[in-house]
């Protein structure tokens, strides 16, 4: 299984930036995907979720601003991020909980990471 994330980039405050991630490989299923981030000096944290059947969850710093979604049937799952602010500098990483197999569970992949930069 891999999770393949692009769209990051550098961008000036105020601006939009899209985030996309698809996940290919061996997959049974996906439980909900979502979009994580390491600013400098920081620890990993989630940014939005969003499960299978459509249900999102925003950290509250980016409430109004950030809007996560995914499309089941080509495992994908995008953030458009929009009024981008300095401190959402940070290292972006897609999240999903994917099974492999009818009997497997499901377990938590990640992607490669892509640089967000909010600077003018």
């Known amino acids: 299984v891999q999770l393949q994330a692009s769209g990051g980039g550098l961008v000036q405050p105020g601006g939009s930036l899209r985030l996309s991630c698809e996940a290919s490989?061996?997959?049974?299923?996906?439980?909900?995907m979502g979009w994580y981030r390491q600013g400098p000096g920081k620890e990993r944290e989630l940014v939005a979720d969003?499960?299978?059947?459509?249900?999102?969850n925003y950290q509250d710093s980016v409430k109004g601003r950030f809007t996560i979604s995914a499309d089941n049937a080509k495992n994908t799952v995008s953030l458009q991020m929009n009024n981008l602010k300095p401190e959402d500098t940070a290292v972006y990483y897609c999240?999903?909980?994917?099974?492999?197999?009818?009997?497997?569970?499901?377990?938590?992949?990640w992607g490669q990471g892509t640089q967000v930069t909010v600077s003018s």
């Open positions: 999240n999903a909980d994917i099974k492999k197999t009818w009997y497997s569970s499901f377990n938590a992949y």
């Open positions: 969003i499960t299978i059947s459509g249900r999102t």
């Open positions: 490989g061996s997959i049974f299923g996906i439980n909900g």
